[in-house]
């Protein structure tokens, strides 16, 4: 798209009249709520950054930022307790997770800030509203080009975006526009949930898969964008980071891997050994796997009972046994691997004690408007072989408007009667009633 003074002349002179009279009044709109216009098209196409507040970004300090990662830890760690229960592979990025939740809980009062807080360990409450901010700058920090020993240059990638996207002509609150460009520096986008909902969902999707390098071409499916959608919170988190050492395939072919219950199967495996971060336990053994940079690491914890290690597996836990890591001679060798998850995470966060946002909720500080917390998706995805690690996540936190005494629902579902009728004069035109809806059909 062109910027507005070079709009083509192609529709004529009143066609640009009409934009010009359009976009002076969007802006208008705009300075109202103290946020300014950015980067490029027309105003108000479904995607486009319309808007970001003039707040400036919290200051952060590493202190801050290793706080709000321990919450994320900790919350991260409960949240998985309850996903990894069901059997196959499970990936998530809690830091996804709790940067999404973190942009609604600043709209948050009342009752459902107080569970909000209580689920994420106080990441993103009023108090701490600099953790994330400070934690989300570190990250940033990581990307860089490095050389390695060969004198060839690579990529460490580690790439964190949030954004708002929100219906047209809804009123959300400046203090909240505010918070967000603070803390965690994400723009308003608008769309129109109401006329157009799923050229809103394609926008959402779209703007997910250029930030996560196509690995998420659809956070949000068909279906799970109501009309009623007010506004959807968005974070993204992408990866890309080659290992420190040298892996290579091992050479004599597909080796055994022991699956729960005690069956195997043959896969391939891939080594490599070093001085490496090394600890053990009674039951357990982790070894530290370094990124290029140094920076960036995967922790492998290999248990001889993986559901009782994690059962008992909490935030004090993982610390203690990264606090035990010491450098040894290692030799490890693992599978590569490559998996998605698909979580939608309001069961999940019900089941830690977080009900409000979603049944009796207080996001005042958002809008005047009733608004609730209807979906959490999250999806996650990770490519790991002797090159490195390719990983992306997004969160969506979708928020629709509720009526003000709670939503009632009416399922026609058993006979019903029916009558068409002319609303001015009360006139019925067609009146019956139906048993069966399969008669006939």
């Not at 979906?375 to 629709?400: F, K, W, Y």
Request: proline fraction near 5%.
């Amino acid at each position: 798209m062109q910027p507005l003074a070079r709009w083509s002349r192609i529709d004529g002179m009143r066609r640009k009249l009409a934009s010009l009279i359009a976009a002076k009044a969007a802006l208008a709109a705009l300075a109202a709520l103290s946020i300014v216009a950015t980067g490029c098209g027309v105003l108000g196409d479904p995607g486009i950054e319309l808007a970001v507040s003039r707040a400036t970004p919290l200051p952060g300090s590493a202190a801050a930022a290793e706080s709000g990662a321990d919450a994320l830890n900790a919350m991260g760690l409960d949240l998985f307790g309850v996903l990894a229960a069901a059997d196959g592979n499970t990936v998530i990025s809690p830091v996804s997770i709790g940067i999404a939740l973190g942009m609604a809980r600043a709209g948050a009062r009342g009752t459902t800030a107080d569970e909000m807080d209580e689920v994420t360990h106080g990441a993103a409450s009023d108090e701490h509203g600099s953790w994330l901010a400070s934690l989300s700058r570190e990250l940033a920090a990581r990307n860089r080009t490095i050389r390695d020993d060969e004198d060839v240059d690579h990529e460490v990638a580690l790439h964190l975006a949030n954004a708002l996207f929100g219906q047209r002509g809804f009123d959300l609150h400046q203090e909240f526009l505010d918070a967000l460009a603070a803390r965690f520096e994400a723009g308003l986008r608008l769309v129109d949930f109401v006329a157009d909902t799923d050229a809103a969902r394609r926008s959402i999707n779209g703007w997910v898969n250029d930030q996560t390098r196509d690995r998420i071409p659809e956070l949000i499916g068909s279906g799970q964008l109501p009309p009623n959608t007010r506004l959807v919170l968005v974070n993204a988190v992408y990866l890309n980071a080659p290992w420190a050492g040298h892996w290579s395939a091992m050479g004599n072919g597909p080796l055994g891997f022991t699956r729960p219950g005690g069956s195997s199967v043959h896969v391939p495996m891939m080594m490599t050994d070093g001085r490496l971060q090394y600890a053990e336990g009674d039951s357990w053994q982790a070894v530290e796997l370094p990124y290029l940079g140094d920076e960036l690491a995967m922790l492998l914890v290999v248990p001889h009972d993986l559901p009782a290690f994690e059962a008992a597996l909490d935030a004090d836990r993982l610390a203690t046994i990264v606090a035990s890591l010491s450098e040894r001679q290692t030799l490890v060798s693992m599978p590569p691997f490559e998996f998605e998850t698909q979580a939608d995470l309001i069961p999940t966060l019900k089941a830690l004690g977080m009900h409000a946002a979603f049944d009796n909720a207080d996001f005042s500080g958002i809008s005047d408007s009733p608004l609730f917390i209807s979906g959490v998706v999250h999806q996650a995805n990770i490519s790991v072989d002797t090159r490195g690690t390719e990983a992306a996540a997004a969160t969506a936190v979708m928020m629709d408007v509720s009526a003000p005494y709670g939503e009632v629902e009416v399922h026609a579902n058993r006979p019903f009667l029916f009558a068409i009728r002319d609303r001015a004069t009360g006139a019925i035109l067609f009146l019956g009633h139906v048993t069966d809806p399969s008669i006939g059909m």
